[in-house]
């Protein structure tokens, strides 16, 4: 095994299992190179114009992650390290990187002038070997099973963006919100201060009115920060540069009454059949070489089925609460904009000072935000639920078709009814402390 080969086993042992969360986390990270993973071939000319322009529709959210983000394409490189290769193999790279290891150990002379430094060094190399054998004694995974990782880890991604798209929009309706409290705050310190030159009013009065506009208007700087920073996580998680001029696009309306077309069982079935973890988590159990091993891995599929089932049956909670606040939210609006109209008339007729006009026009651009703000917690919760169910479209990056599949499933078969031994072919070591080789 080469030295390059060995480094990158090294460095997969140290990073473990939480290679997948980590990429979810390290997606918002620094700016990526705006460089298409796919060939022109991939999509129609008209396609790539629109993923290529400064302007980010929401259907187009998965495809941006899947050709600029930088995680994203750190999986697909990683991945060509696992492709074709089955549960042994990369067993056997594990015990290869450990042979390896083990004849280059030196150990010193007890009279030599460095003897306690070399002495540490060969023992730390030792200790390395054995991991890497107790490593490819443990190993689960093959291609497939990293290859249902990182997809996993893409929908995750996709998610994530959207999510953050969604939060993009909340963060200008709070914009709104926040301008109408300084629009009112600076009508009631304006009317403070008549109160105060008529005398039915204090400085105190005075001095309250502006402390509240004061802290309205400290509230507006808040969330324009809110707004650009949000932006720019969104744009840098799905390729564009920091700083880019991006215009966002607009939601989705959310589905009416989403609910009234579940069927709760049979979605909680897909989703168990769907989830990638569970998937791996299957395969894993497969591979195991051990009772032992094979137990640990069925104990926690079998919780993670429960853990599915809890998942569809909460985002299907949250989908019905979301669906009732966004139909009060509307009925709020209703009442305002008739209110509204009431109003118009009377400010025309004379028959209403500007002041109880004013009042109520606040009302009801507040019930317009919370309107906007409930249709978006509801685009948001039918979100979770469609992905807590269904499974993303497969993209090609990723060695997942049924055929690849199949060859895995034969393939696996075949080397789990080897004796265990020869299926993975573990160097004995000798035992005795000092031995050069490490092996008998």
Avoid at 359 to 378: G, I, N
Avoid at 395 to 424: L, N, T, V, Y
Wanted: glycine residues 4%; proline residues 2%; charged residues 25%.
């Amino acid at each position: 095994m080469n030295q390059n080969r060995r480094f990158c086993l090294t460095r997969r042992i140290a990073s473990g299992v939480a290679a997948c969360s980590l990429g979810v986390f390290l997606a918002t990270g620094a700016p990526v190179q705006v460089l298409a993973a796919s060939p022109q071939f991939a999509y129609s000319t008209e396609k790539w114009a629109s993923l290529q322009d400064d302007k980010l529709e929401f259907d187009e959210i998965a495809d941006r992650i899947h050709e600029y983000n930088s995680t994203v394409e750190k999986n697909r490189i990683e991945y060509k390290d696992y492709q074709g290769k089955d549960s042994n193999e990369i067993a056997q790279e594990y015990y290869d990187a450990a042979d390896e290891i083990e004849s280059s150990i030196e150990y010193p002379d007890s009279d030599d002038a460095n003897y306690g430094s070399a002495l540490a060094a060969a023992q730390r190399s030792e200790t390395s070997a054995t991991q890497m054998r107790e490593q490819g004694d443990n190993n689960v995974d093959d291609a497939n099973v990293k290859a249902w990782g990182y997809t996993q880890t893409e929908k995750s991604l996709v998610q994530q963006a959207q999510n953050l798209m969604i939060q993009y929009w909340n963060a200008q309706e709070n914009l709104k919100s926040v301008q109408n409290q300084v629009s009112k705050a600076e009508k009631d310190y304006e009317t403070a201060n008549l109160k105060l030159l008529s005398g039915s009013a204090t400085q105190t009065d005075v001095l309250d009115a502006k402390e509240t506009l004061l802290k309205a208007q400290a509230s507006i700087t808040t969330a324009e920060s809110n707004i650009a920073s949000t932006k720019e996580s969104l744009c840098q998680m799905l390729g564009w540069k920091y700083g880019a001029s991006v215009e966002i696009g607009a939601l989705p309306d959310p589905q009416e009454q989403m609910s009234a077309s579940v069927n709760l069982e049979e979605d909680i079935a897909k989703a168990q059949e769907n989830n990638y973890q569970l998937k791996i988590l299957a395969r894993q159990v497969n591979n195991a070489m051990t009772s032992t091993l094979k137990e640990q891995y069925q104990t926690t599929l079998t919780s993670g089925k429960e853990a599915v089932k809890s998942n569809v049956q909460s985002a299907y909670q949250n989908l019905k609460l979301s669906e009732a606040q966004y139909e009060q939210a509307k009925r709020s609006l209703e009442l305002e904009e008739k209110t509204k109209q009431t109003n118009d008339r009377k400010l025309a007729a004379g028959l209403i000072s500007q002041n109880a006009y004013q009042s109520a026009t606040y009302s009801y651009e507040s019930a317009s935000v919370a309107k906007e703000t409930a249709a978006m917690s509801l685009l948001q919760a039918q979100l979770a639920y469609q992905w807590a169910v269904w499974r993303p479209r497969s993209r090609k990056g990723w060695a997942d078709d049924a055929k690849s599949e199949r060859k895995m499933d034969e393939r696996g078969s075949w080397d789990r009814a080897k004796d265990a031994q020869g299926a993975r072919k573990r160097p004995k070591r000798c035992k005795c402390f000092g031995c050069a080789s490490g092996r008998l």
